[in-house]
């Protein structure tokens, strides 16, 4: 039996009216193949299909259309669906349901390796574990096609705006065509037809297809491809590798560098932290509490040649004299000369309290006692005063200022600016150095004169009366005067300005001799030649008066040969360049001593010896 060609029949659905029955149910329109036979009323029919192999057709003519396989191979691939509008349809064709415009939404994600310059798609190859095309559909048996939509191919994409790429698995929301049924619901597509095996132009399935065989020197696995990694469509981009590791020796490199890397980091971080540790220890001190080092208890005693030792030995001998008048009041140093009270200290110390001011002693134990004036010489500035009532008194040990040469290691103690207690050192820088202190009186008869021992122990206002102690702490003098920054002399308590290193002393063998007279008749002897100076020569030595009174009768000077207007040049062979000079000279010595003066008379020199007269000191 002949087998009969099936008429190739087109489907489509058409749109439904409000008449079409609701059970689901569509018709086929005829088709127009030219083979195809037609009655009058319209109807028409189907070639019968051949039967399958080994059977017979039945003669009722009634066939059964082959049905679709369950999971759909074989089958032609489905249209692809358009997607769904977001809102109702636009009888107007306003953008984005009409022509393209700024509102239209935007294109999926596009494959980066299938999607050219300008949006134009193509088509990427499917993976070798892909799943078969889906085949078109077919009509089921007694539905009408759709002519709206026969030989209708899948939509274009609109200019300048690329298709949308599918992908196995997903559904683009349909578009609506014209006079589709409000809401956009999509129109349902029948179930395809399920071809038979010997079916010419049956779609295969993708997994059935033989692989490409790879071109004359192409390797047979496929190249690397960077997107692999990347892209979410491909079977293999779950598996893939984030990033290259790269070979051995660079990740050796790699790990190096980033040993090296840390080290550096750890070490910049060390330093900062070391640095402000540092800081932080050097400005606050460390921390916890502070514990500074210091030397253990040591004995008190000093060497016996030490400054420290000879204060030790002095200090207790040592006053302060705080003296106050009608007029003036003024602070001196004296020192101790007995066990019964009697104090040696400086006259202008005392010449403050005149006849009825007041007298303060204060002791180093800083004990105080009242003191009276026992004599005073205004010529040698020295005053003897006196405590009662006190025991326990330390003298001062005496030296001997004939013993004293320049250079010898000096200590001065006293109150300078009334600080009680003061020691200095030095040395002796000069001795019978002549000078003169007073002077305030009008008749010149405080003038004192002194043939002083020079030191540059600092001695300083206060420091008055004090003594001057040598190397075993004996007193070889007492300090009286300094050397003032603005020129001249002036009493260590009335002077205005500080030590300059120049101060001077009494020595202590005429102290003694003037204290001795004060304690013992309340007056003091001068030693006198019986002349009356020039004091308005200018030149080199001491003259005496031109006049005739210039010369004391029966005095040591006329009996030794001196007349008016001689020139004494020398004493004892030492040179004398003023009038001031001589005094201090002849002052230093004792009453009843013998002198050898140098004389100038008409241009010839001469030498004479005589004996020192004595006057009461005033």
Known sequence: MNEAKPTKAKWWTRPRSSEDATDGDFELERSRGADAGSTGDGDFELERPAPPRGTEASDDGDYELDRPAADGAGLPPAPPERPRPLHEPDPYSTPPYGEPGPWAPAPPVQHPATTPAHGTATPSPAPANAPAPRPAATPPPGATPDPAFADAPPPAPSAGRPAPHLTHGTTASPVPAPGAAPGGAPTPVPPARQPESGDAGAPQPAAAAAAPEPAPGQSAEPDFDPWGRYDPWTASAA????????????????????????????????????????????????????????????????????????????????????????????????????????????????????????????????????????????????????????????????????????????????????????????????????????????????????????????????????????????????????????????????????????????????????????????????????????????????????????????????????????????????????????IVKTRAHRPGDRLELTLERDGRERKISLVLGSSDGG
């Open 239 to 582: 598996t893939a590798p984030l990033q290259h590791s790269g070979t051995p020796d660079e990740r050796r490199r790699r790990t190096r560098r980033a040993l090296i890397g840390g080290a550096l980091l750890i070490a910049l971080v060390s330093g900062i932290a070391g640095g402000v540790v540092g800081v932080h220890l050097e400005r606050n001190g460390g921390v916890g509490t502070v514990e500074l080092p210091q030397a253990g208890a040591e004995s008190a005693k000093r060497a016996p040649g030490s400054v420290a030792a000879l204060a030790g030995r002095a200090l207790p001998s040592v006053v302060t004299l705080h003296v106050s008048g009608s007029e003036s009041a003024g602070t001196g140093t004296g020192f101790v000369l007995d066990d019964r009270g009697h104090i040696l200290t400086n006259n202008h110390v005392v010449d403050p309290a005149g006849d009825g001011g007041e007298i303060t002693v204060t002791f180093n134990s800083g004990d105080t006692a009242e003191a009276t004036v026992v004599g005073r010489d205004s010529g040698y500035d020295l005053a003897v005063v006196r405590v009662k009532g006190v025991s326990g008194l330390t003298p001062m040990p005496l030296g001997n200022s004939d013993n004293v040469r320049v250079g010898d290691p000096v200590v001065a103690i006293g109150a300078p600016f009334d600080l009680a207690g003061t020691v200095t050192s030095g040395i002796i820088s000069a001795m019978e150095r002549p000078i003169t202190a007073g002077g305030e009186e009008g008749d010149a008869s405080d003038v004192s004169y002194v043939d002083a021992l020079q030191t540059d122990a600092p001695i300083n206002p206060g420091n008055s009366g004090g003594p001057l102690l040598d190397s075993r702490g004996r007193a070889i003098g007492i300090n009286s005067a300094i050397r003032s920054a603005g020129g001249g002399s002036a009493e260590s308590d009335g002077g205005q300005s500080g030590s300059i290193g120049l101060g001077f002393a009494i020595p202590i063998n005429q102290g003694k001799r003037v204290a001795e007279e004060l304690i013992n008749t309340g007056r003091a002897s001068h030693p006198v030649i019986g002349i009356t100076l020039d004091m308005d020569y200018s030149g080199d030595g001491a003259r005496v008066g031109a006049d005739g009174s210039a010369v004391t009768k029966g005095g040591p000077g006329a009996e030794a040969g001196i007349e008016p207007g001689d020139v004494i040049t020398a004493v004892d062979g030492q040179r004398v360049h003023s009038g001031e000079e001589l």
